[in-house]
């Protein structure tokens, strides 16, 4: 009887080994396409999350108050989510390929005017331009991205794109809060931020490699209204989410640093941890979401998230601030290749640009809007910010569950 019970032991970790390496054998096999694109990612990642990093500091150093970084970057992503509203449209008029190389282009003219013209109108203009840029490149970005593999293991796809730009990104903090201390001169956020500007035309160069994947024929694409409906389910969840972000992330490298006095160092190194950390979660999440299903995944690990930052403010020291918010960034960011393909099933080739870029607009308005709020916010309180973040993230995980539990 024992020997018995042992051999079903022995052969249900034998069958448990067999899927995990099914499982892991899902992340081989792609293209060449799909490979340079991933590539794009990890440069773009690693260079935009060194600008995000720095540019608080930098326009700090400038004299700039919270909210006058608020407008700057309201400006940014209120152009950014009208454009939006065409966005999808015209990558796929103009093709994918052609739409990101365009926004590479703005992307680095942008940088440039940050870096050596360092006026309020100027960084407004160049808001303006970077906001142009990411209404073109995301929506035509996860399109090309998406017909590079087929329903089973497009999440894996999309998962792997993820996991390698966020660990791009992590390296993108760490060099963002490194770089100061080792550069020269009256600005070393000014050089910093000239070495993300310059790794801009590198990227550029992988998507130029890219193969064209939309046919002439497949250009058309008519908004009825089943195609409207499906387009705001996701959208909903989308935008509560954007103003609760909206309200807090850009600010929370200065949170710390005002809150505990953390160095610029120690503040990159931290974000760079948990960028790390989310990279490698994000090759199991599809293995998670296979067993479990996605829209458990994601409101499991958005709901836990939208706890943890209500308990942000109230950390007594940076250490503990620390860990929570490594945990909190983790749980909210690690599930969005899951939504991303979860959202891709309900969507035919023509109509995925304009799906995505219309959830982007939903995201993108109410982001804007938080940021514009965030910023006086925390000029008044440096503990409001958090508690009005959380509400809005549980809201959403609420709606999402309500509008999607029926679909797996």
Do not use: C
């Amino acid at each position: 009887m024992l020997s018995i019970t042992r051999f079903k032991r022995f052969d249900k970790f034998i069958n448990r080994e067999k899927k995990e390496k099914a499982m892991l054998r899902n992340y081989r096999g792609f293209s060449k396409d799909a490979k340079l694109v991933i590539a794009y990612s990890l440069l773009g990642r690693l260079g935009g999350s060194m600008a995000w990093f720095i540019l608080p500091f930098y326009y700090s150093s400038l004299g700039m108050s919270f909210s006058d970084m608020g407008v700057l970057f309201s400006i940014s992503t209120i152009v950014q989510a009208v454009l939006l509203l065409v966005s999808g449209h015209v990558s796929v008029k103009l093709g994918y390929r052609r739409t990101i190389l365009l926004a590479v282009g703005m992307f680095f003219i942008a940088r440039l005017l940050q870096v050596f013209i360092p006026e309020f109108w100027i960084f407004a203009i160049a808001s303006a331009i970077l906001g142009v840029g990411m209404a073109l490149e995301m929506p035509a970005l996860m399109s090309l991205l998406s017909e590079e593999a087929n329903e089973r293991n497009r999440h894996y796809l999309f998962s792997l794109n993820a996991a390698v730009g966020t660990i791009g990104s992590a390296l993108g903090m760490y060099l963002g809060g490194a770089l100061p201390n080792i550069f020269d001169g009256s600005n070393p956020y000014k050089m910093t931020l000239l070495v993300a500007t310059l790794l801009i035309p590198l990227q550029g160069l992988f998507i130029f490699l890219v193969s064209p994947v939309l046919k002439r024929e497949e250009r058309k694409l008519r908004l009825e209204k089943d195609l409207l409906v499906k387009i705001a389910k996701f959208s909903f969840p989308s935008a509560l989410i954007g103003l609760g972000a909206g309200v807090t992330i850009p600010y929370v490298g200065l949170w710390f640093n005002r809150r505990f006095g953390s160095s610029l160092e120690s503040i990159g190194g931290l974000f760079a941890i948990q960028e790390f950390i989310m990279g490698l979660g994000m090759f199991i999440l599809p293995m998670i979401s296979d067993k479990i299903g996605s829209v458990r995944t994601i409101v499991g690990f958005n709901g836990s998230a939208s706890l943890l930052i209500f308990a942000m403010p109230f950390s007594p020291a940076f250490p503990v601030a620390a860990v929570v918010y490594t945990i909190r960034t983790i749980l909210m960011n690690i599930v969005n290749p899951i939504w991303d393909a979860f959202m891709m099933r309900f969507f035919i080739t023509e109509e995925r640009s304009t799906a995505i870029a219309l959830r982007s607009f939903a995201w993108t308005t109410t982001y804007a809007l938080g940021q514009f709020m965030g910023g006086r916010i925390f000029d008044i309180s440096l503990t409001w910010p958090f508690l009005i973040t959380g509400a809005l993230y549980a809201l959403s995980m609420f709606s999402f569950w309500v509008l999607f539990a029926k679909e797996e």
